[in-house]
RNA sequence: GGAGAGAUGGCAGAGCGGUUGAAUGCACUGGUCUUGAAAACCAGCAUAGUUUCACGACUAUCCAGGGUUCGAAUCCCUGUCUCUCCGCCA
């Protein structure tokens, strides 16, 4: 949510940096109703003034003055709370009305993010590692973990129908290891508090962070009025909803494990097979929340605590500095890590950093003191995914798979795998 | 799901329908004292908004939404949540 303060003060940076997202948005559409709710407010609070006085007047006066006398003031009270409720209405109508607007306008972008037109628009900003050298033609995820037993989309289609996966045996292990392995890098190493969420929230949790109103069909809604998370990050960062946080506490660093649950209504037809693109994936998520004038330097950590578990991993990746057109809702600023698929031969998304700075703070009033100013201020909120563990699965299947369609797994998780070193082809 | 009790400032916890935005304690901030710290003492300390260059003034808020009243933290209704007891259940 955006500070009407700021847009009233600085329209023209409003106006610029929401049309360099492409958005309609205009400052001046806002401020209109916002000056007729002022109008309002103004005009309200007079004849509360007023109506509180002479209501205190009647407090003490009724024990001395005649009965007709105080009927007459009781009567012009009475004519004073008419005129009230009706300019509340009209007040209200322009409230709602803003806040309607407000909602869908997006984050502002940090002057950092570059211009763009598309994803192809995203600016590398660093490489590790190179493509693996095949003496084979490297497949594809879904071929090798169907080949080796270990995938079976047939039984995820008579359970769920098409984007579920059943995994099995040592693939199932697998998931479980990188879940836990990646938790123990960011409590033991990293500096990260490990939370237990729920997954299912109220509708309040999904405005916080950003989703609702603007993205309800990419979500799955329950009859209860409860909705599936599309990442902890809405959890995580709900945490602190409406709270006034200790502001020598911050920053505060949460990470948790959750399935998180998509619609991908606006997806038809792409990665509909694998590991991909799901409705239901795990996967570990960080969120900071930092004062404001540490968010960029958060961001920065953030990303060297995703970076520690690739190069574990020993994965190829790259970091691309999204552009205006592909940074998400709520973000100002993002950076996404891409691995190399040989399978596929390209790179793939498998974690995204974002630093929202106060737009969701604002939305679900978080706030915290400054000890210095004593000032009431929006502290910073920053999320990234550490990581996807679908897509991490399907970057170790075709990185590491071997000629006979065996596949070698990183030497990091060999402890939580119970010693198993490879995942062998047992069919042949 | 049934029966009862409750929801007040960062936390704990008072509060007769009329200067109660709200006692008190803790926490927090500043000061005195101390080599430093602790303790003690003194002072300050809710949030949101309007208005003002500023000091300030004003308005709203005691879970949420309605209602009664000239006036509600205080009375009435509805909802939400929490606790205790019973039932059911991973």
Not at 32 to 42: G, M, R, T, V, W
Not at 72 to 80: I, M, S, T, Y
Not at 228 to 256: D, G, H, M, Q
């Amino acid at each position: 949510m955006h500070d009407i303060k700021f847009i009233k003060n600085k329209p023209e940076i409003f106006d610029r940096l929401q049309k360099k997202r492409n958005e309609k948005v205009k400052s001046s559409e806002i401020l209109e109703i916002y000056n007729k709710y002022l109008s309002h407010i103004n005009k309200i609070q007079e004849l509360q003034k007023i109506r509180n006085n002479e209501s205190k007047k009647i407090g003490l006066i009724s024990k001395i003055e005649s009965k007709t006398k105080i009927d007459l003031l009781k009567k012009n009270v009475g004519n004073l709370k008419k005129k009230i409720s009706d300019l509340n209405f009209l007040a209200d109508k322009e409230y709602s009305n803003l806040t309607r607007i407000l909602s869908l306008v997006p984050n502002l972008l940090d002057e950092k993010t570059p211009f763009g037109e598309s994803d192809l628009d995203n600016k590398k900003i660093k490489e590790f590692g190179e493509k693996n050298e095949f003496s084979f033609q490297p497949l594809d995820h879904v071929v090798i973990g169907e080949k080796l037993g270990l995938l079976d989309y047939t039984s995820a289609a008579k359970l769920s129908g098409s984007r579920f996966s059943v995994l099995k045996s040592e693939l199932a292990l697998l998931s479980r290891a990188l879940m836990n392995y990646m938790l123990d890098k960011h409590t033991k190493q990293n500096g990260y508090k490990e939370i237990k969420v729920p997954e299912l929230v109220l509708k309040e949790c999904l405005y916080g962070t950003g989703q609702l109103p603007k993205f309800k069909d990419d979500l799955f809604e329950t009859r209860e009025g409860l909705w599936l998370i599309p990442t902890a990050e809405v959890s995580l960062t709900n945490l602190c909803r409406e709270e006034i946080l200790n502001y020598k506490n911050l920053p505060l660093r949460y990470t948790s494990f959750t399935n998180c649950f998509r619609s991908e209504a606006g997806s038809a037809g792409v990665d509909t097979k694998g590991l991909i693109r799901e409705h239901q994936f795990g996967k570990v998520e960080l969120v900071s929340i930092t004062k404001p004038e540490s968010s960029m330097n958060e961001l920065d950590r953030m990303i060297e605590c995703v970076e520690s578990i690739l190069k574990d991993l020993n994965l190829h990746y790259r970091v691309m500095e999204l552009c205006s057109s592909d940074v998400g809702f709520s973000s100002s600023y993002t950076l996404d890590f891409e691995v190399w698929m040989p399978g596929q031969s390209k790179f793939r998304e498998v974690s995204s950093c974002s630093n929202c700075k106060d737009f969701q703070s604002r939305r679900m009033k978080m706030r915290t003191k400054n000890n210095e100013t004593g000032k009431i201020i929006y502290p910073h909120t920053l999320n990234g995914s550490g990581l996807a563990i679908g897509r991490i699965i399907v970057a170790i299947l075709e990185n590491f798979q071997e000629k006979n369609g065996e596949v070698n797994i990183p030497k990091v998780l060999w402890d939580y795998m119970g010693g198993t070193k490879k995942l062998l082809n047992l069919k042949d």
